[in-house]
């Protein structure tokens, strides 16, 4: 995957050959039916196009780290915003909304006692720094959130509590909510009992010296005591100097800052509908990214993946019945659903557009990686009639199964509009490799893979136009079988 | 490879197991011959024992990073003299000689232009520091050393020269020594043509975001400007943008420096022979680590094999004729072979033990690693001969070759004893996966692969016993054939 470049111009090459395809299988006086549009969308996607692997290069290589409020993320709208315009989208706008951004600023760890060993560190996102001259202290290991909640308060006073939890491989990622408690949370559990810092083994599947970053919760409306992820060999490395019977000291040091008054934004760009131009198919992902790689699959790859399934739609000669809208989201990497700020561009999103959410039929985000879909979710309401099946049979060519619950949670950035009524859908992907890079610098565009995000595009673009060319209301009450 | 702890006390259990199989076969009034006590050296070895990994394990864990000079090498020999003492080994002493140590400091860089991004870098051992402010310039590429040869003098000036030659995969490592040359000589070359510092793509063959170091050559005694690895994905995005018609600026920053009068040291153990206790069979690894990882694959396994291999042998009830010698050489990692410091280690050996050299009969080197063993290559004298031979049916039953040539080069720490006239062995492993580690943080203990170390010290225990246990003169011409 290395040695890809982006041309200069943003290849409409790919699209151009979808939409001569297409126009072929019209030419033939009968307008073919939505089922064989959708069906030619996916192969189209399959064979291989450039626009998903040309937008996630030319963000990637021309932008780079996005963090919220950041001048790379303002570019990226910018840059965004500029090519939806030049690849036909209507109504391109840039919405901002204020933020208070957080700064990384320079980070360093060290084991000092039982000898020296530098440490590979990653402060969490919204830690306080440290103080100028770091703290040094014994760590205290825990191997679960819960197990640092039974220490008694005052206990950790002096100390730097660390959870030691291992994140668990899965094809469904379900490893990381099992462990992403321990990093929301240990921080204000471990100040509560007095530790100065609080350390998290990375919330990640790789053995590489890289930490995992990712947010920490917000407690009445700060994060308490600096706190930090350690690479997975660096807390294999305290593990086991604890269980071999020593004492270790480290030290950590962090100049983390926030920034009053920053703005980030949403880019909305839509593909009008030809009949219910205010209904709305709403496809999220996010443009903002942690600033220590260049944000390719977290979430490059599913603004990606979202602009390239609207725009196939877009270079068809008809457009679908309801409108088809792409919003990349501003602010999504520190995003709180449940604390003061929010999801901060979920939110402004659900805020800014409240009195058209009732409009919007059906949404979904992209924001797991680039790896193969291999189940969709719908709503409850189309589970067992004809459209769920339609979309089985356009689907399962490629290797898509009918997942059979509705989506629990479809994803941060549509949340809000999700919680405000509006039916949701996901399209489950492959998420053994996602925790290897994920919230690390490793983050980068070589970890794209070429195929699979082709089989991506594919899905969305097929699932997309099904939705947007049908007249289903996905907030029905589902059938009632006898 | 996680979870796994040392025990306080370094595990006699399995080479109490091999002594009392060895002492079953040879209890039957019949002493076994010398091939088959290789083969149940060897057996042993790839049934599992904890000598090889516990010392890798405690040696990466307990002391971690080695660089040479550092309080922590010199922690390490005292720890490797003191379990060489433990394992019953003879003779065992520490051998110091003086070294001017190289200290990295403090190190960064950053893309300026055209958009922020931080990059990953690892300063080049013997390069000096930038100055305070950094070295802020355009970077010019070249895809190999030869191409930046071709830049007619004064032509860098005010720039940062860089290579980006990549490093190819391949079972023997030849990648290694066709893109290290550009690591060695480029600083040099492109201060002969005005730059101001020196980028280098990682010789490596990982996508992580993990520089590869290594040490850039002295001209007339120094390295004339800041020199820098810069992890293959920073590689890739500098060259899209150039390619993409960008001029690209970078900061580089470090605080490299050099500690005069530091000493590094040999730590020297012998299994005496027990008919020609002068002549000598030297098994070589070197103790010292580059000091971002914790030194587990460069070389702790190394030194983990040969000890393993000649505690096996010292465990038997019958000694070898000749003397079985551990050397865990210092200073390796930024040993010069053709500088005016020389393979520091390995030269001091050959210098304090001249005199004896002409008795060591023959000398091996780890230092690849801890994967599998597929070849071994074997002095010219004995190519074609019954020894050959009997090495050959020993280890083909664990997948071991013999090459038809004999060993080209043999190592850097036994190079100067080599020059000096010691026949030399090769125990040839696969590397296709040791470059994506060598030289960087992620060098750690998680990388060992228990069974492949295994096979190793199975390898370097039968024939270091066939070899020490026979009469054969590796020196003497080889046989005419008809």
Chains 1, 2 share one sequence.
Do not use: C
């Not at 290395?2 to 939409?19: K, M, P």
């Not at 379900?174 to 609080?198: K, S």
Request: hydrophobic share 45%; aromatic share 6%.
């Amino acid at each position: 995957m290395r040695h890809q470049l982006t041309s200069g111009v943003f290849a409409r090459r790919a699209a151009a050959l979808v939409g001569a395809l297409l126009a072929t299988a019209a030419g033939a006086a009968t307008v073919p039916d939505s089922e064989s549009i959708a069906a030619q969308l996916r192969d189209a996607a399959m064979a291989g196009h450039d626009i998903a692997y040309n937008w996630v290069s030319e963000l990637t290589t021309r932008v780079g780290p996005r963090p919220a409020g950041s001048d790379n993320e303002h570019a990226a709208a910018e840059w965004a915003a500029g090519r939806l315009k030049a690849l036909g989208f209507a109504n391109v706008r840039i919405e901002p909304f204020p933020i208070t951004a957080w700064r990384r600023g320079t980070e360093s760890a060290s084991l000092l006692t039982p000898i020296f060993q530098p440490l590979v560190i990653a402060t969490l996102g919204e830690s306080p720094p440290t103080p100028p001259q770091g703290v040094k202290a014994e760590v205290v290991l825990f191997p679960t959130l819960e197990a640092l909640k039974q220490a008694a308060p005052g206990s950790l006073s002096g100390k730097i509590a660390m959870i030691t939890q291992r994140m668990v491989r899965a094809q469904d990622g379900a490893g990381y909510a099992a462990a992403v408690a321990g990093r929301t949370d240990g921080p204000h559990e471990a100040a509560l009992r007095g530790a100065g810092a609080f350390l998290l083994r990375s919330v990640g599947t790789d053995d590489h010296r890289i930490a995992h970053t990712g947010t920490a919760r917000y407690y009445d409306g700060r994060v308490e005591i600096p706190a930090f992820a350690l690479s997975n060999p660096d807390a294999d490395q305290i593990e086991r100097l604890v269980a071999g019977g020593e004492k270790v000291r480290v030290q950590l040091f962090s100049t983390a800052s926030y920034v009053r008054g920053a703005h980030s934004q949403n880019v909305i760009a839509d593909v009008p509908g030809r009949e219910r131009p205010q209904e709305v198919v709403l496809l999220g992902a996010h443009l903002d990214s942690w600033d220590q790689g260049t944000g390719a699959i977290d979430d490059g790859t599913g603004t990606a993946i979202i602009v390239a399934a609207a725009e196939l739609i877009h270079d068809l000669r008809q457009r679908p019945r309801r409108t088809v809208r792409v919003v990349l989201y501003g602010s999504e990497e520190v995003a709180q659903p449940d604390g003061p700020g929010g999801a901060f561009g979920g939110h402004a999103y659900a805020d800014a557009h409240k009195a058209e959410l009732a409009n919007h039929v059906l949404a979904g985000e992209s924001d797991l990686g680039t790896d193969r879909i291999y189940e969709v979710a719908l709503p409850k309401s189309v589970l067992g009639g004809e459209f769920a099946q339609t979309v089985l049979r356009v689907l399962t060519p490629i290797g898509v199964l009918l997942g059979p619950r509705p989506p629990e949670d479809a994803g941060t950035d549509i949340g809000p509009s999700v919680e405000a009524g509006v039916p949701a859908f996901l399209l489950n992907q492959d998420a053994m490799r996602y925790f290897d890079i994920h919230h690390t610098p490793d983050d980068t565009l070589d970890k794209v893979d070429r195929a699979q995000l082709g089989q991506n595009v594919a899905a969305w673009a097929a699932l997309t136009w099904l939705a947007a060319d049908s007249t289903v209301d996905f907030r029905a009450a589902p059938p009632v079988r006898p």
